[in-house]
């Protein structure tokens, strides 16, 4: 679906339109850009947190010119449209970080609670340095005070489904993004 598509409804919401499948291409596209640029040379690895970050670290990698290595983590705490404060490992990466370049790619980063716990976990193996790509961040919703780096689009406080982000499992598939009409 193209921007300018009408509303959707997954269970019992509505969302509109927000983000075109074509800005977030743009977007895609200058993360990718800039991580060539300041990783040139070093190998990194790109950590894939799923589920919600699949669609974006596809395309992502797609787009990254410079050798770099992939693995995986699944973590959760929300359940529905919010946090349930609770983080739940479903299962964790296989590769070893000491000294190397990690690069966390997350889908949105809001609350930063996820990031938190996952960017502790990873330093207790010393990497080499630690950064983190997301497709959307939150500032009025992030309560930490590390910066991130490579931030796709800045949003408001919203509800967003698409392009990886689900609510209870629907809108995944969806090529933009639509945010919760209120």
Known sequence: MELGMN???L???VFVPFISAKEIE???????KKLDHDYAGKHPTLLVVLNGAFVFAADLVRKISIPIH???VKLSSYSGMGSSGKMTEHFTWQS????KHVIIVEDIVDTGHTLSFLKNKIS???PA????????FKPGAYQYQEAIHYKGHEIP???VVGYGLDYDGLGRNLDCIYRKKN
């Not at 340095?129 to 959307?136: A, N, P, Q, Y």
């Open 11 to 13: 269970h019992d919401l």
């Open 129 to 136: 340095s630690l950064e983190v790509t997301c497709l959307l």
């Open 70 to 72: 992939i693995d995986f």
């Open 26 to 32: 743009a977007t895609v596209e200058s993360l990718a």
């Open 96 to 99: 070893s970080f000491r000294n």
């Open 7 to 9: 509303e959707i409804t």
């Open 157 to 159: 406080n919203d509800f």
């Open 124 to 126: 207790e193996e010393n």
